[in-house]
């Protein structure tokens, strides 16, 4: 039930924030500013220093039950076995690798792969994977998730990488299940504006709470 739980809260959270960052510090504020926002899908990735530590932090500090905190930028299964030890509910590659989906079916955590073509979809289904996520999804665009889905219409698809606010509807009405947002929500950040990824965060969260009501209400 663990993984089936964690699932739905990566579905419902509807935007993945990709967090990244020149320090500790930095990686760490920017999630409390997207957690303050009301971001709840939270990827911490594993190019900002001292990755494991700050998701260990974040998951118990964390009080609400409707985020979930994840790993990203997972290159092989030590770092995944790493990253979930530290507390991650969710690893995110960007390439599929088979022995990191053995560890986290092992566990019982979500992985989340990046593919980007129907061979590589295909071995990633056959490996347990729940959710694909398209990388990078601004080499395609929200019209391919119906050329995939006609010959693997039971993938669930999350674009990260050309996501935005102005075209983040039509990722939805293509028909995936949540997205993957970094660059945009982040640049704040990079000059310790915290407030302004806290807006940024809202921004995006008003948005999603319209293409739901709109698409699926």
């Not at 924030?17 to 926002?37: D, F, M, N, P, W």
């Not at 974040?58 to 092989?76: F, H, K, M, R, Y």
């Not at 640049?187 to 699926?216: C, N």
Request: hydrophobic share 40%.
């Amino acid at each position: 039930m663990k993984r089936v739980e964690l699932l739905t809260k990566i579905e419902e959270s509807g935007v993945i924030a990709v967090v990244r960052g020149a320090s500790k510090e930095q990686g760490k504020r920017s999630c409390e500013a997207l957690i303050q926002g009301g971001i709840k899908g939270i990827e911490v990735t594993f190019t900002l220093p001292n990755a494991a530590e700050v998701i260990r932090e974040l998951v118990s500090e964390n009080l609400d039950s409707s985020v979930v905190i994840g790993a990203g930028t997972v290159l092989d299964v030590i770092t995944a076995r790493l990253a979930i030890m530290a507390g991650a509910e969710f690893i995110v590659s960007p390439t599929f690798d088979q022995a990191t989906a053995e560890v986290c079916n092992l566990y019982q955590i979500p992985y989340l792969p990046g593919c980007l073509t129907v061979t590589e979809i295909k071995e990633s289904l056959k490996a347990g994977v729940d959710i694909v996520k398209l990388f990078p999804g601004s080499a395609y665009g929200p019209a391919i998730i119906s050329a995939f889905k006609a010959p693997l219409p039971q993938i669930n698809i999350m674009p990260t990488g050309g996501v935005s606010l102005e075209n983040m509807k039509d990722w939805f009405r293509a028909g995936v299940v949540t997205v993957g947002v970094g660059g945009n929500l982040l640049k704040p950040a990079e000059t310790g504006d915290y407030k302004g990824v806290t807006r940024i965060a809202k921004e995006y969260m008003t948005e999603f709470k319209k293409i739901k009501d709109d698409l699926y209400d």
